[in-house]
C-alpha cells in the first residue's frame, strides 16, 4: 500500500496471480519420484462467496461451464469457516486436465471482479503402496503466487506431518515457487480433495 | 471488470483528509503561540513529549495486551481462531499476527502493534462466545485492517499534540503553584506561566476533539476494509449489532435505579445529549456504521457478472 493510502485507511483488495498453476504437472512428475506420492485425481479451489445476486449468478455459471466437458459434475461444499470449495474429480492420470479446470475456475472468477475472494487451490496426492491412507496437498496461495505443501498425520485429529512437509518442500522446490514464510503454510483441515 | 467496487469512499477520505489538516494546523499555531510566550520551556517538554510518545509506539503492543490481560494462545489451544486468522491473512495477502485471548466476558477485539510483522490480534471470550465464524471473521479483519492501515502511527502522531498540551498544563500548573507566583519573582512570569496554561488547555481541547473525529472515520475505513475483503458486510454488521446490544446491557443494569429520577433533570440521562457525546466518542454511532455496511452489501449484489 502507498503512504496515502496508508495515511486515509484505504486497503486494496490483492489480485491474485493464477499462471504458476500450470507448474503443477511437472512437479508431480519430481514429487513421485522424490516421495512416492501420486495424485489423486482430485482438485479443489476455495473462495469466500459474497453475498448477493451477482455472486450466486457467477458460482452457477461456473457449474455449468465445468459440467459441459462430459465428466462428472464438480462438487460445492462449504466450510466452517464459510469459504466454500468446488471440488473437480479427474483421472489420477489426467492432471494437467484437472490443472485446467482449476485455472478456468479462477480465471471465471476473477474476470469477473471477484479475484480478491479467491483464497486457495489444491490439489491431493496419496501416499506409496502401503502407506496409501497418508494424504498431502500442495496448496497455491494467489494473493502470493506461491505453493506449500500441507500433509495431515493419518489417524489422528488435527496433527500435521511436518517432516514430510519439509521433505516435499526439498522435491519439489526447483519446480514450483515454495511459500518462504513458513507461518503462511495454514492448515486446511478436511478439505475437499484432500 | 468490476473494478468498481473497489472505488474508493470520497466523502469518507475528505472528510478524514479535513480533519488531519486542521490538527495540523492546530499544532503549528500551537507550537508558535508557545514558543513566542515562554521560548526557554519549549525545548526541554517537546524532548520529554517526544520520548512518551516513542514509549507508546514501540510498546503498544505489548502494552494493550498487559492491559487486557491478554494471553497468546498457539493454534493447537485454539485451532478455529487460528483458522480465521489463517484465512484472512492469506486473503489479504499480509503476514499472519500474533494471536491472543483476554479471558473477559465483554464482548471485544483489537489489534494492535506498530507494524505487520509485531501485530498482534486479541479477542475476548466473551467475544468468542456470542458470534459465529462468519461474524467472527468479520470483527478480525475489521481489526487486522487497523493494522494494514497502520492505525497505530497514525493515531499516535495525532495525539502527539494532545499529550504535549498536556504536558505544558502539568509543567505550568507545577511551576505556577511552587515559584511563579511569588512576590519576589518578578510579575511577568507568573503572567507568562498563566498564558502557557491557557493556551495549553486550549490546544488540547481542540486536538482532543479532532483525534476524537480522527478515530471515528478510521473506524469507518477498517469497516469497509473488513467488508470488501470478506465480502460479508452483512455478517460484520450482525456481529456490530450482537456486541452492541451486549454492551449496552451491560451498563444500564446500574443505571436503572437512576433513571426514576429522570423526571427531575432537564435533559434524561439516557436518551438526551446524543450530538454531545457523538463529539467525543472514539467509534461512528451503530446506526452510521450499520447504514455504511447496508450500502457496501447492495453494491455488492448489484454488480458483477
Not at chain 2, 32 to 39: D, L, Q
Not at chain 2, 265 to 283: E, R
Request: glycine share 8%; charged share 20%; hydrophobic share 45%.
Amino acid at each position: 500500500m502507498g503512504f496515502l493510502d496508508v495515511l486515509l485507511g484505504r486497503s486494496k483488495p490483492v489480485k491474485p496471480d493464477l499462471d504458476r498453476l500450470f507448474a503443477l504437472p511437472t512437479a508431480a512428475v519430481t514429487l513421485e519420484a522424490a516421495t512416492g506420492f501420486t495424485p489423486t485425481g482430485l482438485g479443489s479451489v476455495c473462495f469466500r462467496a459474497v453475498e448477493g445476486g451477482a455472486f450466486a449468478r457467477l458460482q452457477r455459471d461456473i457449474r455449468e461451464l465445468l459440467d459441459a466437458d462430459e465428466g462428472p459434475e464438480v462438487e460445492l461444499s462449504t466450510d466452517a469457516y464459510g469459504y466454500t470449495w468446488l471440488l473437480a474429480r479427474h483421472d489420477p492420470g489426467d492432471l494437467s486436465g484437472l490443472v485446467t479446470d482449476l485455472h478456468a475456475v479462477n480465471a471465471t472468477l476473477e474476470s469477473n471482479g471477484f479475484g480478491p475472494h479467491l483464497l486457495c487451490s489444491l490439489i491431493g496426492f496419496r501416499g506409496p503402496g502401503d502407506e496409501d491412507d497418508r494424504r498431502l496437498a500442495l496448496v497455491y496461495l494467489y494473493k502470493r503466487g506461491t505453493f506449500f505443501p500441507f500433509a495431515p498425520l493419518p489417524g489422528r485429529t488435527e496433527a500435521r506431518d511436518n517432516a514430510l512437509e519439509l521433505q516435499v518442500r526439498g522435491a519439489v522446490g526447483a519446480d514450483l515457487p515454495i511459500e518462504p514464510d513458513l507461518s503462511r503454510w495454514f492448515p486446511v483441515w478436511g478439505a475437499p480433495g484432500l | 471488470m468490476a473494478r468498481t467496487r473497489y472505488a474508493p469512499d470520497r466523502g469518507l477520505t475528505s472528510r478524514m483528509l479535513v480533519t488531519m489538516f486542521l490538527l495540523g494546523l492546530v499544532y503549528v499555531a500551537f507550537v508558535t503561540a508557545f514558543f513566542v510566550i515562554a521560548p526557554k520551556l519549549g525545548p526541554a517538554v517537546l524532548v520529554i513529549a517526544a520520548g512518551l510518545l516513542l514509549a507508546q509506539y514501540f510498546f503498544s503492543d505489548r502494552l494493550a495486551l498487559f492491559a487486557m490481560h491478554g494471553r497468546e494462545v498457539s493454534p493447537e489451544e485454539a485451532p478455529e481462531l487460528h483458522g480465521v486468522v489463517d484465512r484472512i491473512s492469506a486473503m489479504a495477502n499480509v503476514p499472519k499476527p500474533r494471536v491472543a485471548i483476554a479471558d473477559t466476558d465483554v464482548p471485544n477485539a483489537f489489534a494492535t502493534g506498530r507494524n505487520q510483522r509485531r501485530a498482534v490480534v486479541c479477542v475476548t471470550t466473551g467475544l468468542l462466545r456470542r458470534l459465529d465464524p462468519v461474524e467472527l471473521e468479520g470483527v478480525l479483519a475489521h481489526e487486522m485492517s487497523h493494522v494494514a492501515h497502520r492505525d497505530v502511527a497514525v493515531m499516535t502522531v495525532a495525539s502527539f499534540l494532545g499529550v504535549v498540551a498536556g504536558l505544558l498544563t502539568r509543567f505550568g500548573l507545577q511551576f505556577g503553584l511552587f515559584g511563579g507566583f511569588s512576590r519576589n519573582r518578578d510579575q511577568n512570569t507568573g503572567l507568562v506561566l498563566l498564558a502557557v496554561i491557557a493556551v495549553s488547555a486550549l490546544a488540547y481541547a481542540i486536538s482532543f476533539l479532532l483525534t476524537r473525529a480522527l478515530s471515528r472515520y478510521r473506524e469507518l475505513s477498517a469497516d469497509r476494509a473488513a467488508a470488501l475483503l470478506t465480502g460479508r458486510p452483512s455478517a460484520l454488521a450482525g456481529a456490530l449489532v450482537k456486541i452492541s446490544g451486549d454492551m449496552a446491557r451491560i451498563p444500564t443494569r446500574d443505571l436503572r435505579a437512576a433513571e426514576p429520577f429522570n423526571a427531575f433533570f432537564f435533559a434524561p440521562a439516557l436518551s438526551g445529549g446524543l450530538s454531545f457525546s457523538a463529539l467525543f466518542a472514539t467509534h461512528p454511532s451503530l446506526e452510521r456504521r450499520l447504514a455504511q455496511l447496508q450500502e457496501i452489501s447492495a453494491r455488492l449484489s448489484r454488480e458483477g457478472a
